[in-house]
Nanobody, 120 residues
Framework: QLQLVESGGGSVQAGGSLKLSCAPA????????MAWYRQAPGKERELVST???????YYSDSVKGRFTISRNNIKLTMSLQMNDLSTEDTAVYYC??????????????WGQGTQVTVSS
């Protein structure tokens, strides 16, 4: 069982930036595709961005141009740099790995989530 641990959430004012990180709880190399999801209060969990082992990325339209996903296969980390944040980005952000990564029901491993709150 792979445990993923997120860090870097917090509170920021609109227009600000935050960087989220995700790493496995134990030293293990993850070869499969990884992703960030988010879930706002009262809404369904939605895909934010994905990154393959080789660095190919995907972004949802709502974050394209503002967020940057990356992974370091030596340090075994995945990050999400979030710039120009708006109140609509307020959500719990989840790290995900493996499986059919672009479907909530298809994800194999989830992190516990980290809260991002953007105030106006």
């Amino acid at each position: 069982q792979l445990q993923l641990v997120e860090s870097g959430g917090g509170s920021v004012q609109a227009g600000g930036s935050l960087k989220l990180s995700c790493a496995p709880a134990r030293v293990v190399k993850i070869y499969c595709e990884m992703a960030w999801y988010r879930q706002a209060p009262g809404k369904e969990r939605e895909l934010v961005s994905t990154v393959t082992f080789n660095g190919t990325t995907y972004y949802s339209d709502s974050v394209k141009g503002r967020f940057t996903i990356s992974r370091n296969n030596i340090k075994l980390t995945m990050s999400l740099q979030m710039n120009d944040l708006s109140t609509e980005d307020t959500a719990v952000y989840y790290c995900a790995a493996c499986g059919d990564i672009r479907r909530v029901s298809g994800v194999t491993y989830w992190g516990q989530g980290t809260q991002v709150t953007v105030s106006s």
